[in-house]
């Protein structure tokens, strides 16, 4: 399966951006799918997911839960993460990633601005 993200761009603190991850099979019934965030100079860290055992159960990491909200379109084989009131320190590659099959998407910049 292949991924491919899209939406990143550059905001001001306190904006929003709502990143797409779209995969090229209908996996999201079976899979549980996740969102990371690689920092310049950091690890890759899971920020968000969704999905688990065929349900739309979601996670969040503690910099991100009530800020971000990760949601499905099974339908369009399509990934959302909705990032509201962005920090400077959100500032990254995001990359989404299928737990089942491993893989990994290209990832999209998000640049916040102070």
């Known amino acids: 399966v292949q991924l491919v993200e899209s939406g990143g761009g550059l905001v001001q603190a306190g904006g929003s951006l709502r990143l797409s991850c779209t995969a090229s099979g209908s996996i999201l019934n079976i899979d549980i799918m996740e969102w990371y965030h690689h920092a310049p100079g950091k690890e890759r860290d899971l920020v968000a997911s969704i999905g688990d055992h065929g349900t739309t159960r979601t996670e969040y990491s503690r910099s991100t839960e009530g800020r971000f909200t990760v949601s499905e379109d099974s339908a369009k084989n399509t990934v959302y993460l909705q990032m509201n009131n962005l920090k400077p320190e959100d500032t990254g590659v995001y990359y989404c990633?299928?737990?089942?099959?491993?893989?990994w998407g290209q990832g999209t910049q998000v640049t916040v601005s102070s």
């Open positions: 990633r299928s737990r089942l099959f491993g893989t």
